[in-house]
């Protein structure tokens, strides 16, 4: 996770001026500037502007079909836009500072500030619970055995399933196993997390566990969460901000207070009225 801010001692006096207008802005985590995706003649966003501050709690909310998930898929870069252009924390995933295209490496080297959890979990079968945490740290970070087995175990204890650590997945349930992918997704201490419908595939009762989770993780870290859910009492209790989405574009977006009280726009009253009737 990224350190705790530092705070500098309070002083004795108030003489010194505070130059908080001489501070370079803060770079966005996430910022999409004007991006747009197509699958052939499929359009599945237009031009799209969105920026997420560091460590802000932000849901991405709408129908199905609307490109909510390309947008987390394009900042993982498991998709490369068709226009526009991506930023992490400042940095292009399209092009380095001089406008040449990123190499594999560089754009690796970024993506690696984000981590995503998928609506499947996608475990290793073969492999123990602690052995699925400790594969990404030890091949991709190059972190010792013992550095990797640790933060393993740190982070099954942050997801509540220190106890499985030499389980199989097959041996736990749905709920189990997606509070590991969360903790594995977790072991390499990204500053971005992504999360695209992850109790889509669960009952209710094991989605509550897994929620549970992932308000803890907002809650207690400064982790930056852009998330697609349908579970709206869950966006409304964990979001900073709730973006509405329809047919590839923002529809409004704002506090979930307004959002869920008093949308600006009907068709986010209409897909509100829809969901929470069911």
């Not at 801010?5 to 999409?32: G, K, L, N, W, Y």
């Not at 981590?115 to 594969?135: A, D, K």
């Not at 971005?192 to 009952?203: F, G, H, M, R």
């Not at 207690?220 to 709730?242: N, P, Q």
Request: glycine share 6%; proline share 6%.
């Amino acid at each position: 996770m990224p350190p705790p801010t530092t705070t500098m001692p309070a002083t004795a006096t108030s003489a010194v001026p505070s130059r908080r207008h001489d501070a370079a802005p803060v770079a966005a985590a996430v910022e999409f500037d004007r991006v747009s995706k197509s699958f052939g003649a499929h359009r599945v966003l237009i031009e799209l502007d969105l920026s997420v501050r560091p460590g802000e709690k932000v849901t991405l909310i709408g129908p199905s079909g609307s490109g909510k998930t390309t947008v987390l898929r394009l900042a993982m870069t498991l998709e490369a836009p068709t226009s526009g252009d991506i930023r992490i924390f400042g940095e292009s995933l399209r092009v380095d500072a001089q406008g040449r295209p990123r190499s594999q490496q560089d754009e690796a080297r970024i993506r690696r500030r984000c981590g995503m959890v998928f609506q499947q979990f996608n475990l290793f079968p073969h492999l123990t619970v602690v052995q699925n945490l400790m594969l990404a740290p030890r091949t991709v970070l190059k972190w010792s055995v013992d550095q990797c087995r640790a933060a393993a175990i740190e982070h099954l204890r942050l997801v509540g399933l220190e106890s499985k650590v030499d389980a199989y997945p097959a041996q736990l349930s749905g709920g189990q196993q997606q509070r590991i992918a969360i903790a594995r997704a977790l072991v390499l201490r990204p500053e971005v997390l992504l999360l695209d419908e992850i109790t889509s595939a669960l009952d209710p009762e094991l989605a509550g566990e897994v929620l549970d989770v992932v308000r803890d993780v907002a809650h207690e870290t400064r982790v930056t969460l852009l998330i697609v859910t349908h579970e709206m009492r869950f966006a409304r209790e964990v979001s900073d901000r709730i973006v509405v989405f329809e047919a590839g574009r923002i529809v409004e977006q704002g506090e979930p207070q307004k959002i869920f009280t008093a949308p600006d726009s009907e068709r986010t009253r209409a897909f509100l009225q829809s969901v929470l009737s069911h």
